[in-house]
């Protein structure tokens, strides 16, 4: 994995060749497919030591965190998912560089663990998220879209935890809010 990872940073993983791989981490060809069936199966394990590396971050910031101060826990989360991603190794482009346009963090479980937060704190009375799955999506993807742009603009993306958390807060109101503005059926009610 150290040789792929390699080469694909510096290669490309396109240009990178089965052959190229065994021959940089000095093993047998056949000791190659007897750990992965090709090098896209290579490349998917590396993806996933890359999320893995997210979540131990991710986790490890929320572990910090009392469980029962639900705001605290959703911001300590997007702050730490913030962090996690502009900490990202540079394997992270070039392992993700090729994935299909469309894809989705359902499968992640710093993904299932947002989702069940804000079910737990929709279920307490804390906040009112009539559908935590997409609220995750929505709180996840904008959260990766937010940090990339900035970075890829050249802005400082520091500051990018504190504006999400901020426009999260106001996606989630509290439950004495929600019930102000109740979401109808085919889209907001207005106020």
């Known amino acids: 994995m150290d040789a792929a990872a390699a080469l694909f940073m510096e290669k490309g993983v396109d240009a990178t060749t089965v052959d190229d791989i065994v021959l940089h981490?000095?093993?047998?060809?056949?000791?190659f497919y007897h750990h992965y069936e090709s090098k896209a199966a290579l490349l998917d394990v590396l993806r996933k030591q890359v999320i893995?590396?997210?979540?131990?971050?991710?986790?490890?910031?929320?572990?910090?965190?009392?469980?029962d101060d639900l705001w605290l826990v959703l911001d300590t989360w997007i702050k730490a998912a913030c962090d996690s991603y502009l900490k990202m190794d540079p394997l992270h482009d070039v392992v993700f560089g090729s994935a299909p346009l469309r894809w989705t963090v359902a499968d992640e479980k710093s993904f299932q663990d947002l989702t069940a937060l804000l079910r737990k704190g929709h279920a307490q009375g804390v906040w009112r998220v009539d559908d935590p799955h997409v609220t995750a999506i929505f709180i996840f993807r904008g959260l990766l879209g937010a940090v990339d742009d900035l970075v890829l603009s050249g802005k400082r993306p520091t500051t990018a935890a504190r504006v999400i958390a901020a426009l999260t807060r106001k996606a989630?109101?509290?439950?004495?809010?929600?019930?102000?503005?109740?979401v109808a059926p085919n889209g907001p009610a207005s106020p």
């Open 52 to 67: 893995a590396d997210f979540e131990k971050r991710v986790n490890a910031a929320l572990a910090k965190c009392p469980p």
């Open 25 to 31: 981490a000095d093993m047998a060809k056949g000791a």
């Open 172 to 182: 989630i109101a509290p439950v004495a809010l929600a019930t102000e503005f109740p």
